[in-house]
């Protein structure tokens, strides 16, 4: 992860590079369309739930860490040769990007007030205890997403969540909690940019404090590591080194394993969860390194809804927070996307917001 990108001069082939950029791009988007599929919410408990931890020095733990270092280096090329670390520049995203903390608000607070109504928290996987406690959790999670929806007292309901992400710690093995930083960065970009709140008297949110401007500049990229982070990690956990977890998944649904439906034998249960637990390990590292976000948020959002049709409806609304969080690195809520030859001193992430409150 760097914190400075001085754009370059654009070459002279850079047309045609920028041509191969979206050709790399169209052929990426097919990869394992289970790769944001989540197997333990859809499989039973058992012996296959807890990682491996040994497969950390496996191979393919391996060949997931080299193709994460390539994609990293690819994207550092082509943001040399494009000269611009907000490419490709589409003149409509801009008229997008002022609506973006609310649809961040509002799609995040879907997936907690339906988790929460089944005695969860933030995910099916941790389990609230059936009781007054477990009751008095998840009112405290409803109560912190009507403040996301309404923009009503945001960040003390952003306060909640980092509170409810430490409480989970209690309810579910630690891995299953870091699983869930993407719910943290959320929150900690609400604090910094506020829920976007119009005001009939025009007067500017009256929560902000000095605090909160000091994090303003860094809120794209704390939103941005901690969407990698949770994508690098759910690699790990749910597939390079829990790779029966997995395979348990395609016995429910072995129509995810396209390749061996259309004839390739070969291409077992074991190495498709292989290949897609590679592919979102890429996907994390590229998000964490900064380079060429735009870029890796349209490659990765076809695999991220590929599998949404053909499960319940726990997939769709489970990852309304990394699909809105999608949304908001791509037209870069309330940042806005600045000139190419603009404050070239600092990366596009810590740029000082435009200001939008008005």
Request: charged share 15%; aromatic share 10%; proline share 7%.
């Amino acid at each position: 992860m760097r914190f400075d990108q001085t754009p370059q001069a654009a070459k002279p082939s850079a047309g045609l590079s920028r041509r191969w950029l979206v050709a790399l791009s169209v052929a990426l988007a097919f990869v394992p369309g289970v790769v944001a599929a989540h197997p333990r919410w859809f499989t039973e408990k058992g012996p296959y739930w807890e990682p491996e931890w040994h497969r950390i020095f496996s191979l393919p733990v391996l060949l997931a860490l080299l193709s994460g270092a390539a994609a990293v280096g690819l994207l550092a090329w082509g943001e040399r040769i494009t000269g611009d670390p907000l490419w490709p520049r589409p003149p409509f995203l801009q008229r997008l990007e002022p609506a973006a903390p609310a649809i961040l608000g509002v799609q995040t607070a879907i997936t907690m007030i339906f988790i929460a109504s089944r005695l969860d928290l933030f995910v099916p996987n941790i389990e609230l205890p059936h009781n007054a406690l477990g009751v008095l959790i998840a009112g405290l999670a409803v109560v912190a997403a009507f403040a996301f929806i309404t923009g009503v007292l945001t960040r003390i309901g952003a306060a909640m969540v980092v509170a409810l992400f430490l409480l989970g710690f209690f309810f579910a093995d630690w891995y299953e909690v870091v699983e869930q930083l993407l719910f943290v960065g959320i929150a900690l970009y609400l604090v910094a940019v506020g829920r976007g709140v119009v005001r009939a008297d025009g007067v500017d949110e009256e929560d902000r404090s000095a605090m909160t401007d000091r994090l303003l500049p860094h809120a794209l990229m704390i939103l941005r590591v901690s969407a990698g982070l949770t994508v690098l990690v759910l690699a790990f956990t749910e597939k390079l080194i829990n790779v029966d977890l997995g395979v348990a998944f395609l016995r429910e649904y072995p129509e995810f394993n396209v390749a061996r439906e259309l004839g390739f034998t070969w291409f077992s249960d074991e190495r498709f969860v292989y290949a897609a637990g590679i592919v979102e390990a890429t996907a994390g590292i590229a998000l964490i390194s900064g380079y060429l976000t735009r870029v890796v948020i349209l490659v990765i959002w076809l695999p991220f809804n590929l599998g949404i049709p053909f499960l319940p409806a726990e997939e769709l609304i489970g990852h309304l927070p990394i699909l809105s969080t999608m949304y908001v690195l791509l037209v870069r809520g309330t940042q806005g996307i600045p000139a190419l030859a603009a404050d070239t001193e600092r990366s596009p992430d810590q740029r000082p917001a435009e200001a939008m409150r008005a």
